[in-house]
């Protein structure tokens, strides 16, 4: 669940560094029964493939599922083939073929943001720092992935184009709002994605598809460096299927100019012998336990943790849970209102059942609906709840704190989707995913890790948090238990 748009800094150089730390290879995944990002990377480079011929198999492969999945909502593949049969592109990752979220600008291609309001928008002629860091890394990106309507909801099923499909059962959701992106990644048709996440729309959708998938830290990726208030919730990264894959990205996309916000992490390549203090949390915010299947991924996950010798301990939420919640949707309906105004500049019409899908709709008016001094004292507990999650760690002495991603494996489409009555929505919304928006209010990194399988053989994430600008502890970690119970080896049903 991501913004609209967000302000965009100037671009601070990739680092030398990082983009040499990138050419060192970490182990591949066990298992893997596709080549990742770094491996197709390697092969072009060893001249086992071109650039046009892993352009030209994606692109057969996207052609090949999409009437299926329905992950892409705009395709690229004339441009980027030629791109890719100009030469190998510069960059670590030279060549690897990637998609953009139809949420965020990509230069020549249309931004409709989900929405029958974006129809009309012309092709993008800018696109935000963190856009430009991916095409130095070399990626040639085939067009736009799908996203629910504003990125507002976890199931990716807008009116405008259409559900997106799991690959493991086409009849669930995908997960949202990076829900075509997780998609494509999932099935095979490329090996990352970019995906972005406002209230868990990286996690979300990695536990619904199986990937695994990393929110960073506020401020810690180029282009993002002015963000410092709750309101600067929305941050961008990746979707993959190795954890090497997502540490290569970041390093070559996390902000290591001298003025950054936090030291850079650099390229993680394997696990650390340190061991930590983990904090196992089981409950979501409104108090109750996840469905069975979900609660065994995640006590199993303590275990494993266990036997690799981490210290694992009960955990309570920091906060009083059903305010948190209650709070953090009259701040995303505050949003929704902001994206209805930019709508209005626009265009010059106001929200209508032709514009805008009844959820978007609902938001609004719950926005509108708010006592003047709602909004301002919901934003107050807000910022003390980022700061109640801050001294959690060190005041209860946990590193990590692992909890479910979501409170039930992939639900069937439709189930939180955009046409169910607000009132009827909201309520399940508070009970799916009220794991993952602490992160974004916090500015704290936060991954999904598939750990888990449901009773009906779906995926089932498990995350692990941390606070502010602790990445690496959490890439570190995240090789450890992808080598302890690998999941690369798994295949949807669905897939190229």
Request: aromatic share 6%.
């Given at each position: 669940?991501?913004?609209?748009?967000?302000?965009?800094?100037?671009?601070?150089?990739?680092?030398?560094?990082a983009?040499?730390?990138?050419?060192?290879?970490?182990?591949?995944?066990?298992?893997?029964?596709?080549?990742?990002?770094?491996?197709?990377?390697?092969?072009?480079?060893?001249?086992?493939?071109?650039?046009?011929?892993?352009?030209?198999?994606?692109?057969?492969?996207a052609?090949?599922?999409?009437?299926?999945?329905?992950?892409?909502?705009?395709?690229?593949?004339?441009?980027?083939?030629?791109?890719?049969?100009?030469?190998?592109?510069?960059?670590?990752?030279?060549?690897?073929?990637?998609l953009?979220k139809?949420?965020?600008?990509?230069?020549?291609?249309?931004?409709?943001?989900?929405?029958?309001?974006?129809?009309?928008?012309?092709p993008?002629?800018?696109?935000?720092?963190?856009?430009?860091?991916?095409?130095?890394?070399?990626?040639?990106?085939?067009?736009?992935?799908?996203?629910?309507?504003?990125?507002?909801?976890?199931t990716?099923?807008?009116?405008?184009?259409?559900p997106?499909?799991?690959?493991?059962?086409?009849?669930r959701?995908?997960?949202?709002?990076?829900?075509?992106a997780?998609?494509?990644v999932?099935?095979?048709?490329?090996?990352?994605?970019?995906?972005?996440d406002?209230?868990?729309?990286?996690?979300?959708?990695?536990?619904?598809?199986?990937?695994?998938?990393?929110?960073?830290?506020?401020?810690?990726?180029?282009?993002?460096?002015?963000?410092?208030?709750?309101?600067?919730?929305?941050?961008?990264?990746?979707?993959?299927?190795?954890?090497?894959?997502?540490?290569?990205?970041?390093?070559?996309?996390?902000?290591?100019?001298?003025?950054?916000?936090?030291?850079?992490?650099?390229?993680?390549?394997?696990?650390?012998?340190?061991?930590l203090?983990?904090?196992?949390?089981?409950?979501?915010?409104?108090?109750?336990?996840?469905?069975?299947?979900?609660?065994?991924?995640?006590?199993?996950?303590?275990?494993?943790?266990?036997?690799?010798?981490?210290?694992?301990?009960?955990?309570?939420?920091?906060?009083?849970g059903?305010q948190?919640?209650?709070?953090?949707?009259?701040?995303?309906?505050?949003?929704?209102?902001?994206?209805?105004?930019?709508?209005?500049?626009?265009?010059?019409?106001?929200?209508?059942?032709?514009?805008?899908?009844?959820?978007?709709?609902?938001?609004?008016?719950?926005?509108?609906?708010?006592?003047?001094?709602?909004?301002?004292?919901?934003?107050?507990?807000?910022?003390?709840?980022?700061?109640?999650?801050?001294?959690?760690?060190?005041?209860?002495?946990?590193?990590?704190?692992?909890?479910?991603?979501?409170?039930?494996?992939?639900?069937?489409?439709?189930?939180?989707?955009?046409?169910?009555?607000?009132?009827?929505?909201?309520?399940?919304?508070?009970?799916?995913?009220?794991?993952?928006?602490?992160?974004?209010?916090a500015?704290?990194?936060?991954?999904?890790?598939?750990?888990?399988?449901?009773?009906?053989?779906?995926?089932?994430?498990?995350?692990?948090?941390?606070?502010?600008?602790?990445?690496?502890?959490?890439?570190?970690?995240?090789?450890?238990?992808?080598?302890?119970?690998?999941?690369?080896?798994?295949?949807?049903?669905?897939?190229?």
């Amino acid at each position: 669940m991501t913004k609209l748009t967000r302000r965009g800094l100037a671009a601070a150089p990739v680092a030398l560094a990082a983009a040499r730390a990138a050419a060192a290879v970490p182990s591949p995944p066990p298992g893997s029964p596709w080549p990742d990002a770094t491996e197709t990377a390697a092969r072009i480079r060893r001249g086992e493939m071109s650039a046009a011929e892993a352009v030209g198999a994606a692109i057969g492969r996207a052609e090949a599922l999409q009437p299926s999945l329905n992950f892409l909502v705009n395709s690229d593949f004339d441009r980027a083939l030629a791109k890719a049969k100009a030469g190998t592109p510069a960059g670590p990752l030279g060549g690897v073929p990637f998609l953009v979220k139809d949420l965020v600008d990509y230069r020549g291609l249309p931004t409709r943001a989900g929405s029958r309001s974006g129809f009309m928008r012309p092709p993008a002629t800018s696109q935000d720092p963190h856009i430009d860091a991916f095409d130095r890394a070399g990626f040639v990106t085939l067009g736009k992935s799908a996203t629910p309507e504003f990125g507002f909801l976890p199931t990716t099923e807008p009116l405008a184009f259409g559900p997106t499909h799991n690959p493991w059962d086409l009849t669930r959701s995908s997960g949202g709002s990076s829900g075509g992106a997780a998609v494509a990644v999932a099935s095979g048709v490329v090996p990352v994605a970019h995906a972005s996440d406002g209230g868990g729309s990286i996690r979300i959708p990695a536990a619904c598809c199986g990937l695994f998938g990393m929110k960073p830290s506020r401020a810690r990726m180029i282009g993002t460096r002015g963000q410092h208030s709750i309101a600067d919730f929305a941050v961008e990264h990746v979707l993959a299927r190795s954890v090497r894959d997502s540490a290569a990205v970041f390093a070559l996309t996390e902000d290591s100019g001298p003025d950054a916000r936090y030291p850079a992490v650099g390229l993680v390549t394997g696990p650390a012998k340190r061991r930590l203090r983990v904090g196992l949390l089981i409950e979501n915010t409104n108090g109750h336990a996840p469905r069975a299947d979900v609660l065994a991924a995640v006590r199993s996950a303590g275990k494993l943790l266990q036997g690799l010798g981490h210290h694992v301990d009960e955990a309570h939420w920091p906060m009083d849970g059903p305010q948190f919640i209650d709070d953090f949707l009259l701040f995303w309906a505050a949003g929704a209102v902001q994206v209805a105004d930019q709508i209005k500049q626009a265009t010059g019409r106001d929200p209508s059942p032709e514009l805008f899908e009844p959820f978007s709709l609902g938001m609004i008016e719950m926005a509108k609906r708010a006592p003047p001094d709602a909004l301002p004292a919901a934003m107050g507990r807000l910022q003390a709840n980022a700061l109640a999650y801050d001294t959690w760690f060190p005041a209860h002495q946990v590193d990590v704190v692992v909890s479910p991603v979501l409170s039930s494996p992939p639900p069937p489409l439709g189930e939180v989707g955009p046409n169910v009555a607000f009132d009827t929505l909201v309520e399940r919304l508070k009970e799916y995913v009220g794991y993952t928006p602490l992160h974004n209010i916090a500015g704290a990194p936060s991954m999904s890790l598939p750990l888990g399988v449901s009773e009906a053989g779906l995926p089932v994430g498990v995350m692990v948090s941390a606070r502010a600008g602790q990445e690496r502890t959490l890439f570190e970690l995240a090789y450890e238990l992808e080598a302890a119970q690998p999941w690369t080896q798994r295949v949807p049903s669905t897939h190229a």
